[in-house]
Structure formats: C-alpha cells, structure tokens
C-alpha cells in the first residue's frame, strides 16, 4: 500500500514538471523556427527596397538631375565636370547598388528554407551595403542579420 502511494506520488511529481517544464521549452523552439521566417522576410523585404531605389537612381536623366542638384561646388573643384558625367557615375553606382541588393533575397530565400546557414549569413552582411531608402534597407539587413546569428541551431 505504501509503495503505491510513492509510486502515485512519482507519477504526480513526474506529470508536474513535464506540464510546467516541457512547454516553454517547445515554445523557444517555435520562437527560433519564427526567428529565421521573419529574418528572412526582413532580408526580402530589404533587397527590394534596394533594388527599386538603385532602380530610381539608374533612370535620372541630366535635365531632372540639373533640377534638384547643383553642381557647382563640385566645378569649383573641377570646373570641367558636367551633368553627363556626373549622371554616367550615378549609373555606375545604381548598376552596383542592384546588384548588391540581389543578395540580401537570395539570403532570405536561404533563410525562409533554412539551408546553407553561412551563405544565409554572408548575404545578410552584404545586405547591409545595399542602403535603400533613408538607410532602410540596411537596418532591415541588420535586423535580419541579427535574428539569423540568434537562430543557428535551426538551420540544417
């Protein structure tokens, strides 16, 4: 008799802890599962933003850059500069600026999957260059970049 009331208070205490003690443990891991969705949708949503400021910046013309932009402080340093070639620099750093924000939805991508977590991370890093609009794009990258280094274990 008494050893079944040991044994039941076993059980009892068992059934405690794995009620009180397992569930946050499986919520943590469902809050790491999440971490790599949102760090990948915040990288996605980064590259995008990236892509359709550098886009912008590739459609000036010289007369819509002559509108918002003097340059005659810059022809006090060089008086032979023109719009043209001050366009034809802009492009050049548009064509760049697209081309690194390609990266941070090809880690997004990588992210939301859960593959090839080091790639993941190194164009999250890359992210951090591709600026956006007002920087946007790069905070979006270091949230994500951030939310990736806490979610490790989950990747494959």
Known sequence: MEIDRE?????DKQKFTETFYSEPQLQQESDKKSYTKIAGILLIIAGILGIVNWIQIFL???????????????????????????????????????????????????AI??????????????????IGFMFTSSILSLIGLILLIMSKQSFQ
Do not use: H, R, W
């Open 60 to 110: 000036l013309d010289a007369t819509t850059l002559g509108s918002f932009m003097d340059i005659s402080q810059i022809q006090e340093l060089n008086p032979s500069i023109t719009y043209e070639q001050l366009l034809g620099l802009l492009k050049t750093c548009a064509i760049i600026g697209i081309i690194v924000s390609i990266f941070p939805i090809l880690g997004g991508l990588l």
């Open 7 to 11: 044994f039941n208070k076993e059980a």
């Open 113 to 130: 999957q859960k593959k090839l977590y080091y790639i993941a991370l190194a164009t999250s890093i890359i992210g951090l260059f591709s």
